[in-house]
């Protein structure tokens, strides 16, 4: 729970805009990446995959957004 906490925190902050269909769709695509690198891998390995989960589900989640937006 406690990484997921992070997780959502990290996709906050990387996203601290006004709230459009952009912000939101990066916000989930940030924490559905960390949670997803979470399951993998085991100690400093697992960290690393949260870590790489969350950067590329947030660069998922941008671009979701951008093509809802039209922009």
Avoid: H, P, Y
């Amino acid at each position: 729970m406690k990484k997921i906490l992070v997780i959502l925190l990290l996709g906050i902050f990387v996203n601290a805009c006004s709230g459009s269909a952009r912000d939101v769709s990066t916000l989930g695509g940030c924490a559905v990446g960390g949670i997803t690198g979470s399951k993998i891998g085991k100690g400093q390995g697992n960290t690393a995959a949260t870590i790489i989960g969350t950067a590329l589900g947030c660069a998922a989640g941008n671009e979701v957004g951008k093509s809802i937006e039209g922009n």
